[in-house]
């Protein structure tokens, strides 16, 4: 299995609501991570999962708020955001140390109202 | 300030022939590049890397090119096919920075018969 899937593909929020992105992983990589990638730009890192603790936090906003239960599981606790906040998230996974071979997730586009 | 820069959105190429693809960067501590293709509705997937040690590295029809004077890289694939037709990603990252990958804008190929 070499697959990271993400759930859902689509999601539409107000600004007042709650949701949550989740992304899953069955490769036993111990490293997970969320990209944002707006149209026509690069992915941009946000967080990275190490061996289930948080490792890097790229200033995101607390809005943003990531959570990792277990090493197969990763999510992403969405709160009050902006439509500038619409986009694709993408969700990641790598062996430790084998950070060039992210394996993505085919991503949730998501779109504040 | 994007320290990944891929200067060609689009490039068109027949089958069979040779796709150049480019990326130039700023960043002097960048020691490891790295090349993704996404077709669409899809995460991106790694296609070959290369250290700054080197200078060339090839996997079957793909070559990546660095040339550390000029901070510039190319994706080299021949001979292309129709199934290459997708957007393409070059990153980069820094040593003592293994899980932070600069993504470049991406440009799309599109191979055609």
Redesign the interface.
């Known amino acids: 299995d070499t697959e ?1 899937t993400q759930t859902p593909k689509h999601l539409v929020m107000g600004m007042t609501n709650k949701k949550s992105l989740k992304c899953e992983q069955h490769m036993g990589h111990r ?1 997970m ?1 969320w990209y944002k990638q707006k149209a ?6 946000m967080f ?1 999962y ?1 061996y289930e603790k948080l ?2 936090n790229e200033s995101v906003p607390s809005r943003f708020s990531p959570e990792c239960p277990n090493s197969s599981l990763l999510n992403l606790h969405l709160h009050a955001l902006q439509p500038e906040d619409s986009a694709l998230y ?1 969700c ?1 996974s790598s062996q430790e ?1 084998s ?9 949730t586009q998501l779109s504040v109202l | 300030d994007q320290q ?1 820069k891929q200067n060609s ?1 689009s490039l068109s190429v027949q089958e069979g022939r040779i796709s150049i693809l480019n990326c130039d960067y700023t960043n002097s501590m960048f020691d ?1 590049f ?1 090349w ?1 293709k996404k077709y669409p ?6 296609l070959i ?1 290369i250290s700054s040690i080197k200078d060339k590295n090839e996997d079957g029809r793909f070559t990546v090119f660095l040339n550390k004077s000029a901070k510039h890289l190319s994706l080299h694939i021949v001979p292309s096919q129709p199934g290459d037709s997708a957007v393409y ?1 070059c990153a980069a ?1 820094a040593h003592g920075t ?9 440009t799309r190929l599109q191979v055609t018969l």
Do not use: D, M
């Open positions: 990271v490293a991570y026509k730009k690069p992915p941009e890192l990275v190490s490792s890097i993408l990641a140390g950070y060039e071979k992210l394996f993505f997730g085919s991503g | 990944v959105p490891y790295l993704y509705a899809e995460g991106p997937t790694f890397s990603f990252s293994a899980s932070k990958l600069t993504f470049g804008t991406g």
